[in-house]
């Protein structure tokens, strides 16, 4: 069973940076495509970033596209999100999402394996 575990989430100013890190396990970490979501108060849960499991392609929303880079290191079993110049807008529970899967799919993959989420607030 894959268990997903979401970290380093917090309160930043706007203009901070975060970096949110996502440990899988239970399964073989290099099989999956991982992504990120996030849902503010109110509002549906959004795509926010995906990488695929070889790290041969990169989604993005494209408001978060220049400021957000997503990653993988595939020796600690762990994603990446790195948030640049974060905005009070994009205050939200982030989620982290795992599918495993042999194609280059990101952001059409229907995810089936998701964390608990970190709480990321920034203040204006």
């Known amino acids: 069973q894959v268990q997903l575990v979401e970290s380093g989430g917090g309160l930043v100013q706007a203009g901070g940076s975060l970096r949110l890190s996502c440990a899988l396990s239970?399964?073989?970490?290099?099989?999956?495509?991982m992504a990120w979501f996030r849902q503010a108060p109110g509002k549906e849960r959004e795509f926010v970033a995906g990488?695929?499991?070889?790290?041969?392609?990169?989604e993005y929303r494209d408001s978060v596209k220049g400021r957000f880079t997503i990653s993988r290191d595939n020796a600690k079993n762990t994603a990446y999100l790195q948030m640049n110049n974060l905005r009070p807008e994009e205050t939200a529970v982030y989620y982290c999402?795992?599918?495993?899967?042999?194609?280059?799919?990101?952001?059409?993959?229907?995810?089936?394996?998701w964390g608990q989420g970190t709480q990321v607030t920034v203040s204006s």
């Open positions: 990488i695929s499991w070889n790290g041969g392609n990169t």
């Open positions: 999402a795992a599918r495993e899967t042999s194609t280059q799919l990101v952001y059409a993959l229907s995810y089936n394996n």
């Open positions: 239970g399964r073989t970490f290099r099989s999956y495509t």
